[in-house]
């Protein structure tokens, strides 16, 4: 590792030195930040879960608004909630800026506006422009055509070495153990086309085929696994939103109802606030974290109504079987994996049927917005979990409804926002917060919530430690201030209980999380931050087969450098270096680094860039692993877990053969030092070595 670590500095420093002497005459561009805060968002989520997850429909609307530009001068409230760069407070700002003193005439008059600094303005650049034409388009079928757009995504993935899962086996070996290969080929496929009309129209179809799954035979014999579609059209007239297909719904906080996946806690001490979107199309390949049927939001400024129904089959780990009818009784738990590449998975597939309706009204009176949300899921077998302590309050059972109430309401600076939500079986939960923002240079946040361990729903994705929001009460406080034009400080803390039992801790507990982070931005070409989390929580002792086990405190700190610096206006460069120490009680503590260098390329007008990584990592155990955000395809995102000892590289090309046609290539591979073998069961490699790639095609018509 020494001379990896050696290496490693040399070709940096040689990178470096080479595209500095690059350097062009002319002015540099403002360096794109604001997409750091939301790969840092993203890095928080994939920490909090060892699933695959589609990140598509977090950052859609911001690759689209980085092409589709938003006129600040013809804007609102929901639309610039998209970019999850402005709060409310901000937001409310420049729209009364702008209807007190009219349209804005250059994006200079944000410096103006409270709230707005250098740093969040060069945030908004890439994604919005002033314009003084205003005037609203006149809808016709022509008008449509000619302003519409269409584009057909297709992608090719595949991991080169040979895995357990695909080996060569005998008939016989196989027969005796069905599951121990998958059915399908190794490549992972996945296509998409969607139309589009400004954010009014939006109608495609997504399919997917992940590797080891059948591709147009035996039980695939349509060709694709999964295929979502969906129409949605978007304020014509009193329709606000309607929705025919696949869709997602999202209110409030998240605490009642919230389909998909919503940013949660994070380094951005500001944003623990929600902002439901309500219905939108679903354009994703989750397979589950959607609705399937019809959905409808109708009203005008000052209240809307909608309603929703969504009836589809999910996966099930089922128990019990009728002999006569082979219908479905009961089930342990919903598999959420996507995955039916073996037969035990097959058997699970739809194998119970999903039906959600309900109904959520929200009205504005001057600045205070009030909803409530009403929803009911109906199962078509009995959810019966197998019995431990921790989760005998998680719902079990055919049917759930959830009932909630949420509010926001500006008052000068101050954003007051909550919600209250209950269960069908009487389980409670609430949130209250505050956003404060004192003066240009100092903001504060604060949240209280409080969540019975009682509470059940399925549908839910509100601001909070666990995964699943119930036992949980904690109080969040956080602020950013920014003493000079370039340097701001984030920090919060977070001191959170759990009343019940959770997994792998056998008594109620607690955990205390707490972050510092220090940004710089020296120029217009270069940023860097330094950030320090510790998070204190306890942790069952061993694994034994016991009742109770002994419950030990544990203490996890992250040390982390990241810095980006724009050579010039085709060349950035990108470093982080990262520590992990985890400990529990008086062990020796278990620990992990990881250090990287990205060089991006994109020059002006040319049909060709590119973004190259390549990383050191040595964590000693998977409790010290690391995240890290990776560039990626166009609409495919990236965030591994590094642990073991070993190195990364990948290299991700684009090049645009002409206006209506790109080409993007990835190579990825990774390297272990002190591994013969990789992962295990199906996915077990023999070797030191994993290798992916992927090829993109995206044709725009």
């Given at each position: ?12 420093y040689?990178l470096?030195?080479?595209?500095a ?18 790969f ?8 909090q ?5 589609d ?6 609307d ?11 001068n013809?804007t ?14 901000q ?6 800026h ?8 250059s ?8 709230g ?16 003084g ?19 057909f995504i297709i ?24 599951n121990?290969r998958?059915?399908?080929?190794p ?7 969607r ?6 129209i939006?109608?495609?179809i ?20 999964f ?8 304020d ?19 605490l009642t ?35 399937r ?16 129904l969504?009836?589809k ?9 009728d002999?006569?009818t082979?219908?479905?009784?009961s ?35 001057k ?5 409530a949300?009403?929803?009911?899921s ?19 059972g ?8 949420d509010?926001?309401?500006?008052f000068?600076?101050m ?14 939960a ?26 059940q ?8 430690e ?14 950013i ?7 701001s ?47 204190n929580?306890?942790?069952n ?20 450098f990241?810095?980006?610096?724009k ?13 992990l ?41 998977y ?35 002409c ?17 013969t073998l ?11 070595k ?12």
């Open positions: 590792m020494k001379k990896q670590l050696k290496y490693f500095f040399k070709i940096s040689f470096t030195l080479l595209f002497f690059n350097v062009s005459a002319q002015e540099v561009d403002t360096i794109e930040t604001g997409n750091e805060d939301v840092q968002k993203v890095e928080s989520i994939a920490e879960t060892d699933a695959e997850l990140y598509t429909e977090l950052l859609e911001m690759d689209y608004y980085r092409n589709h530009p938003i006129n600040l013809k609102d409230e929901a639309e610039l909630k998209k970019l999850f760069i402005l709060n409310d407070i937001i409310n700002n420049l729209l009364e702008i209807a007190a003193n009219g349209k804005l005439i994006l200079y008059e944000l410096q103006g506006i409270s707005f600094d250098i740093a969040t303005i060069n945030k908004l650049l890439p994604y919005v422009y002033v314009s034409d205003v005037n609203n388009r006149h809808f016709s079928f022509k008008e449509m055509l000619d302003n519409s757009s269409s584009q992608r090719y993935q595949k991991v080169l070495e040979e895995q357990q899962g695909f080996s060569a086996i005998t008939d016989s070996a196989l027969s005796e153990s069905p121990s998958y059915v399908g080929s490549e992972k496929i996945f296509a998409k086309y139309f589009t009309y400004y954010n009014n939006s109608f495609g997504t399919a997917e085929k992940d590797a080891g799954e059948e591709f147009f035979k035996g039980s695939q014999k349509n060709g694709f696994d295929y979502s579609a969906h129409f949605f059209i978007r014509f007239g009193f329709i606000k939103a309607l929705a025919v297909g696949d869709y997602q719904v999202q209110y409030g906080q998240g109802l919230w389909s998909g996946l919503g940013f949660g806690k994070s380094s951005d001490a500001m944003g623990i606030k929600k902002n439901g979107q309500g219905i939108k199309p679903y354009t994703s390949s989750d397979e589950n974290r959607f609705m049927g019809i959905a409808t939001t109708i009203g005008n400024k000052n209240i809307e109504l909608s309603l929703f969504s009836n089959k999910i996966d099930g780990n089922i128990t019990e079987n002999t006569s082979d219908e479905v009784i089930f342990s738990s919903l598999q959420e994996t996507g995955l039916h590449s073996t037969p035990n998975e097959l058997a699970n597939k739809d194998a119970i049927n999903e039906l959600i309706y309900g109904a959520h009204i929200s009205g504005k009176i600045k205070i917005n009030i909803g949300t009403a929803f009911k109906k199962y078509s077998a009995m959810l019966q979990r197998e019995f431990q302590l921790y989760d005998q309050f998680e719902f079990s055919n049917e759930n409804s959830n009932i909630g109430i509010y926001s309401y500006i000068r600076n954003n007051l926002f909550g919600e209250l939500s209950r269960s069908e079986n009487g389980g409670k609430f949130m209250n917060g505050c956003l404060l923002s004192l003066d240009k240079k100092i903001s504060l946040s604060f949240l209280y919530r409080n969540y019975e361990k009682e509470y729903s399925l549908y839910s994705s509100a601001f909070a666990n995964s699943n929001l119930a036992n949980e009460k904690g109080i969040f406080s956080g602020f201030f920014k003493p000079v034009h370039a340097v400080i984030t920090a919060y803390i977070d001191n959170v209980s759990f009343s019940w039992l959770k997994y792998r801790i056998d008594e109620p507990s607690k955990a205390l999380d707490y972050l510092f982070q220090l940004n710089w931005a020296p120029s217009k070409k270069t940023e860097m931050y330094f950030l320090y989390r510790q998070k929580k306890n942790l002792s061993s694994g034994e087969d016991v009742l109770f086990d002994n419950v030990e405190p544990t203490l996890k700190q992250n040390y982390r990241n810095a980006v610096y050579v010039n206006s085709k060349v950035t460069l990108k470093n982080r270096v990262e520590f120490s985890y400990k529990v009680s008086d062990e020796a503590p278990q620990q992990g680094y990881i250090i990287y260098q990205d060089i991006n390329f994109k020059k002006m007008k040319s049909p060709f860039s590119f973004s190259v990584r390549y990383a050191l990592f040595d964590c000693d155990t409790d010290s692993r690391i995240y890290a955000f990776e560039n990626d395809v166009l609409y495919s995102y990236s965030v591994p877990a590094f642990y073991n000892k070993g190195a990364r590289f990948y290299i991700t090309t684009h090049y645009s053969v206006r209506n046609f790109d080409i993007w290539l990835r190579f990825a591979q990774t390297y272990y030092d002190n591994k990789i992962s295990s069961g199906l996915t077990q490699i023999a070797g030191n994993k290798s992916e790639i992927k090829v993109q095609l995206r044709i725009k018509f």
